[in-house]
């Protein structure tokens, strides 16, 4: 594996993501939600949970986080990392918006 | 004589001899104490009628003594007399109805009279002053007819009652004598702002407007201005001063100037006698605001307890408005003069303006409009007689700037010295509430409220209250934090109010006007917002689905590995042959792994993936079936036992009754889940006797109970009343959740709300007030106009169709 190698994938275009919502891409066994903030940032997660592999992608989004549906932990759509005193990490995907299309990098 | 108890006659129930009589029990019990009130009522807050007026508060909310009060404390209180006559040769009272008491002491607590200007038609019908309770219903009933009010006045008491007449709903116009708002409190520079803050609500002001007749010919019509101008009125209110109520005194031979005058022990000429609140003067002074009255009490109740005091003393009150977003704050002396000093700042794009005043280097007064924050810090200074020679500079910029370092309010509280005054309404100093804390073990702010009234009044000093909790306790606090979450000081209970006072209509106007410290608020508050707002505005407001959990965004329940599990209703957990067909040949289809009775009398198919959730609700709404809100926060089961038409013991038909209340019930959104249960008999086959509202059928007719868990806490039901027809049941079981879903806590059950209100109070509006159930019923019928529409329909149709599929799919080859 090399880390610099990155393959852009467009996902479809950022009206199909709901702001304050998200949506989920499938990438072989591997489930990715992609989140639209309000001021239209657009993020990827893996959808799973640091904490017991809840699916992040139905949770309630609010200030750049998600709280996730299972047991409320808070995570940062940015990094990843759970906030507060949880403590933990999912992996995170370049996001890149190009006319109006989301492509994320796999 | 030392066992024999003196004779403590009070003339009025107002603020000031009440808090007296909390004093003076606290000192002595040597007193047997009678109080005459004119007004029919206890004592009540009458600082909070303006909140009553705009709907905030209701009259139970301001009652500061109830009637077990005063039984505790063996008085004798006659509502609704008014003493005629003082005899102090005699030393007794005559009231209008005759009643005469002795007394040994006599205290004269009278109050104010409104200001009436007299005009030609003073005296019409629909003209109106604002004292007590009986002038704010008359607004009340005034304001719900709508039309056109006239406010003469703007002081404080008159853009309040302007203010709460405008969110009433009337068309508001405040004449005001002097070219600007408020003139004894704010400059012109606030007035002004004030002013425009105002009419941005939709009142209309006119300064500089002299009244020169009110029109009308058997009720009022109109207000005619000196300039020759005519304003139609259907309400005029006259709120343009008050005098001290001296009228009494002065007829007994007491000595009288424009109050009763009073020693500093708050003594009248006659030393039998005592005078207190607004009606006495005291140095050659009167006051309007209840702080200095407050110290009159305690004063006078040492007085009458025999022990010494310094006695009362002069000190300068500020004055708030209660208008919600009107923030002003106003202290001290702010006239030009010789010798004095402005610091001003202003800040257009806030709309906020700040006025220090200085003279010989130490603060006499200031006016802030907007940022209030830091006037509490100013007064401090100003009653500590602090010099600010060293902080000239930067003192307009607020206690936040000194020093350099960043601001901490908490620190902020913790460095103030114990006799800063914290609560302006009730006198209370840092010392004695930090004591309270510590002597008491007290944790939360409704504690240190009750324990030493500060923060009970206007509640503006709330903030400051807190943060001294927070200083003294440390991260003790955080646990008990009253707050609906992290975003907000404020709890529930003052957000729902606020929605509805403010009329605030979406969760971002919420956050915005109740300045959530958030941008977006949280998975705490937003989903509570979302239910205040669905349930106080039904067929406005639109529901947020962002803001609901999924489950309920989703209408299914999520498993812990991702699937769902799906519930269809089961009325009344009767079921038919075919519908049981139907569930076992879609619980094939789909290859739904667990098929299971719930507790709730009806079937669960788990483990079903998200994106089949669509098909299984098309396939089970084609056979009839609909969510059964296995979810939600809102109706859930009515359970029942087979009753009246089949079992040896049943005294009515409770499968019945089961089905028709959830047939009325479902589709509601309530604060937390909602269980009911029929029962056809005392034994209870059905368990009625746990769950939120439970109907237990005898042979006169239902039972009705409620309150019930069986979860995480176990509480039996608590009994409401027994009916005796179907019809009674569904309304008043319709009312009970109506007041519930208007007045709970999001989250909080049935049992936690009636533990929080009382079980008494629910019970005297559900089930005695007819008119009252009857309305509850009414709202209720009324919001399930737009709640009872299956949402699994809804989203068979496509509604939030994105959920139910990726956005995309890759193989794993994509990424290579
Ligand atoms: C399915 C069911 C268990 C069963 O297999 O029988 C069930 C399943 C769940 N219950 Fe329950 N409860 C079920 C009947 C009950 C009952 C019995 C009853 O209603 O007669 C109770 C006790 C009665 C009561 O509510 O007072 C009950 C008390 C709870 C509680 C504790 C509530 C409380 O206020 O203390 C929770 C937790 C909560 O709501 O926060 C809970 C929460 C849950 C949740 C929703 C847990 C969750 O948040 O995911 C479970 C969902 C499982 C799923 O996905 O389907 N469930 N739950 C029952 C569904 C009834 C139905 O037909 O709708
Ligand atoms: C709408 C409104 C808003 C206010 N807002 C504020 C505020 O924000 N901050 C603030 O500090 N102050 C405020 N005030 C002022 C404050 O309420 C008064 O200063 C305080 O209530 C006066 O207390 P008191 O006991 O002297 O008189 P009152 O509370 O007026 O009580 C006097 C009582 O005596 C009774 N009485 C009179 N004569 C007789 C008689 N002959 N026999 C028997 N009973 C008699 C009257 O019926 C009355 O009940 C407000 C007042 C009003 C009306
Ligand atoms: S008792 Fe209820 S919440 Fe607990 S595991 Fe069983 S179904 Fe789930
Ligand atoms: S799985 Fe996300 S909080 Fe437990």
């Known amino acids: 594996m090399n880390a610099q190698v990155e393959n852009w994938v467009a996902i479809g275009p950022l009206s199909e993501i709901p702001r304050q919502g998200s949506r989920r891409v499938l990438w072989g066994k591997t489930k990715i939600a992609v989140f639209r903030m309000s001021d239209d940032r657009v993020y990827a997660l893996e959808d799973k949970c640091p904490h017991k592999n809840g699916p992040l992608s139905e949770g309630i989004v609010h200030d750049g986080c998600v709280t996730c549906p299972l047991h409320n932990w808070v995570i940062s759509l940015e990094t990843g990392s759970a906030q507060g005193a949880d403590e933990g990490r999912t992996r995170t995907f370049p996001v890149r918006i190009e006319d109006e299309t989301v492509l994320i990098a796999l | ?816």
């Open chain 2, 1 to 816: 004589m030392e066992t024999q108890k003196q004779k403590l006659v009070i003339i009025g129930n107002g603020m000031a001899p009440g808090r007296m009589l909390e004093h003076l029990f606290d000192l002595t019990d040597a007193y047997e104490v009678t109080i005459f009130n004119a007004e029919p009522r206890v004592n009540y807050d009458r600082i909070m009628l303006s909140p009553v007026l705009s709907g905030e508060k209701s009259y139970a909310d301001i009652i500061i003594h109830g009637e077990g009060w005063y039984e505790e404390h063996g008085i004798t209180l006659h509502m609704g007399e008014k003493v005629v006559g003082i005899d102090r040769v005699e030393r007794k009272v005559t009231s209008d109805k005759g009643t005469v008491e002795h007394y040994d002491k006599l205290v004269i607590a009278t109050g104010s009279q409104p200001f009436i200007i007299p005009v030609p038609g003073k005296d019409l019908p629909g003209v109106l002053a604002y004292r007590d309770l009986d002038d704010t219903e008359a607004m009340i009933s005034a304001a719900d007819k709508g039309g056109k009010a006239v406010v003469i006045g703007g002081g404080l008491l008159g853009l309040e009652a302007a203010a709460g007449l405008r969110l009433r709903g009337m068309d508001v116009t405040v004449l005001h004598l002097m070219p600007s708002l408020m003139e004894r409190q704010l400059d012109e520079a606030s007035g002004y702002l004030l002013q425009r803050a105002l009419e941005a609500r939709g009142i209309d002001v006119k300064c500089r407007a002299n009244t020169k007749a009110i029109l009308g010919t058997d009720k009022v019509e109109g207000v005619e201005l000196e300039d020759g101008s005519v304003l139609e009125a259907d309400l005029v209110v006259m709120a343009v001063g008050i005098r001290p109520n001296s009228g009494l005194a002065k007829e007994a031979g007491i000595e009288v100037n424009r109050g009763i005058v009073t020693d500093a022990t708050m003594r009248t000429s006659d030393h039998a006698i005592y005078a207190l609140g607004e009606c006495a003067e005291v140095d050659g002074r009167v006051y309007g605001l209840v702080a200095p009255l407050y110290e009159m009490a305690k004063v006078a109740a040492h007085a009458l307890a025999g022990e010494e005091t310094a006695g009362f003393k002069h000190s300068e009150t500020p004055t708030k408005l209660k208008v919600t977003g009107c923030d002003l704050y106003s202290v001290g002396d702010f006239a030009e003069g010789e010798g004095r000093e402005d610091i001003v700042l202003r800040d257009a794009q806030r709309g906020s303006y700040k006025r220090v005043i200085l003279k010989d280097n130490k603060i006499i007064g200031a006016v802030l409009y907007g940022d209030v924050a830091d006037g509490g810090w100013f007064n401090e200074m100003l009653r500590a007689g602090t010099d600010v020679s060293d902080m000239r500079e930067t003192l307009i910029f607020g206690q936040a700037h000194q020093g350099g370092g960043s601001f901490d309010p908490v620190a902020a509280a913790a460095a103030l010295p114990d006799d800063a005054e914290i609560c302006g309404c009730n006198g209370i100093c840092k010392g004695q509430i930090v004591q309270a804390i510590t002597d008491k073990g007290l944790t939360a702010l409704s504690e240190v409220r009750a324990h030493t009234k500060a923060s009970a009044s206007c509640g503006t000093c709330a903030n400051n209250v807190e943060n001294l909790l927070k200083a003294v306790l440390g991260d003790a606090f955080e646990k008990k934090a009253e707050g609906m979450c992290g975003c907000t000081p404020l709890g529930h209970g003052e957000v729902r109010r606020l929605i509805k006072a403010n009329h605030l209509k979406s969760i971002p106007e919420v956050m915005q006007e109740l300045e959530w410290s958030s941008p977006e608020g949280c998975a705490k508050c937003r989903p509570a917002l979302n239910y205040y707002l669905v349930s106080d505005w039904p067929g406005e407001y639109e529901d947020d689905y962002r803001s609901r959990f999924i489950n309920e965004r989703v209408h299914a329940n999520i498993q812990k590995d991702g699937t769902y599990s799906v519930v269809p209703r089961i009325w009344g957990g009767k079921t038919t042959a075919a519908e049981l067909r139907a569930i076992a040949d879609i619980a094939e289809k789909y290859n739904v792994p667990e098929v299971k009775f719930t507790g709730g009398q009806r079937i669960d198919l788990l483990g079903i993936k998200k994106e089949d959730l669509p098909g299984i609700w098309a396939d089970l709404n084609e056979h009839g079936m609909v969510s059964g809100g296995a979810y939600t926060k809102g109706l859930r089961t009515v359970k029942t036992c087979v009753g009246q038409e089949w079992c040896r013991f049943g005294t009515q038909d409770s499968m019945g009754l089961g089905v028709k209340l959830e047939k009325f019930l479902w589709g509601s959104w309530t604060p937390a889940k909602l269980k009911l249960a029929v029962t056809g008999c005392p034994r209870n086959c059905a368990e009625a006797t746990c769950k939120d509202i439970g109907i237990i059928c005898v042979d006169s007719g239902y039972q009705i109970v409620y309150g019930g868990a069986a979860g995480l806490h176990i509480q039996g039901t608590t009994e409401l009343g027994t009916v005796a027809t179907e019809e009674e049941v569904i309304e008043i079981t319709a009312a009970i959740t109506q007041l519930y879903r208007e007045e709970g806590f999001y989250l909080e059950r049935i049992y936690k709300w009636a533990d929080r209100v009382g079980y008494d109070r629910i019970k005297s509006i559900v089930l005695e007030d007819k008119e009252a159930r009857r309305e509850l019923h009414d709202r209720f019928v009324f919001s399930q106009k737009f709640a009872q529409v299956d949402p699994w329909a809804e989203r068979v149709a496509g509604k939030d169709a994105h959920e139910f599929k990726p956005m995309a799919e890759f193989k794993l080859e994509a990424a290579e």
